[in-house]
């Protein structure tokens, strides 16, 4: 079975500046995705970002981007600039290739953004 | 759209008592998911539908959930009995296909409090 491990439960990054989470995944599959969600007060569930395991370059989306280690099973996110909206929590997921389109998620880390 | 709709959200109930949730998934998504959130077991998968077939229930707890998917607009999960255990966040999420990119769209959730 897949497990997906957040090992931050808490961070906290001041206005406009980076700062990134680390998700680290177990898997004995060479084809699958990793995702990225943002969890608010509001309780949705946001896709913020998504990577495929067979592409190397790191997927970006604005001031989101990954650092896909495919070999040490890290898919940590960074976020530039960040801004009072990001405020949340941050789940990494996992999804095998083949398996529907289940999701396998880590515990969350949530995010502070002091103004 | 008006997205993932999920009702009640909100649901306080005793020991002992049934409990239904239910989901309206976006309109022609043919795949829908229920999570449970908890502080202590996170963000789990307990039951996947895709066109109102359940294709994997591996995650549902016990004999005492079910969920059923009688059309593809309407999903239902059911605890019965209930127990102070189950209290939890329930979430519904709906995609529009199997594959790792067609994104997984989450309603509100259903907080439910089990006294």
């Known amino acids: 079975a897949q497990t997906v491990t957040q090992s931050q439960p808490e961070m906290s990054v001041q206005e406009a500046e980076t700062v990134t989470l680390s998700c680290t995944y177990d898997?004995?599959?060479?084809?699958?995705?990793l995702f990225w969600y943002k969890q608010p007060p509001s309780r949705q569930m946001i896709l913020v970002i998504r990577?495929?395991?067979?592409?190397?370059q790191n997927a970006t989306e604005n001031r989101f981007s990954v650092n896909f280690q495919k070999a040490a099973k890290s898919f940590s996110l960074k976020i530039s600039d960040s801004q009072l909206g990001d405020a949340a929590m941050y789940f990494c997921?996992?999804?095998?290739?083949?398996?529907?389109?289940?999701?396998?998620f880590g515990g969350g880390t949530r995010l502070m953004v002091k103004p | 759209d008006a997205g993932v709709i999920q009702s009640p959200r909100h649901e306080v109930t005793e020991m002992g008592q049934e409990v239904t949730l239910r989901c309206k998934p976006i309109?022609?998504?043919?795949?829908l998911f229920w999570y449970r959130q908890t502080m202590m077991r996170g963000l789990e998968l307990l039951i996947y539908f895709n066109n109102n077939v359940p294709i994997d229930d591996s995650g549902m707890p016990e004999d005492r959930f079910s969920a059923k998917m009688p059309n593809a607009s309407f999903s239902t999960l059911k605890i019965q009995p209930s127990e102070p255990r189950d209290s939890a966040v329930y979430f519904c999420?709906?995609?529009?296909?199997?594959?790792?990119?067609?994104?997984?769209?989450f309603g509100p959730g259903t907080r439910l409090t089990v006294l």
């Open positions: 997921a996992y999804r095998r290739n083949n398996a529907g389109n289940m999701l396998t």
């Open positions: 990577q495929e395991a067979y592409k190397q």
């Open positions: 309109s022609g998504h043919n795949s």
């Open positions: 999420a709906s995609s529009l296909g199997q594959g790792p990119y067609n994104e997984q769209f």
């Open positions: 898997t004995s599959e060479s084809d699958y995705y």
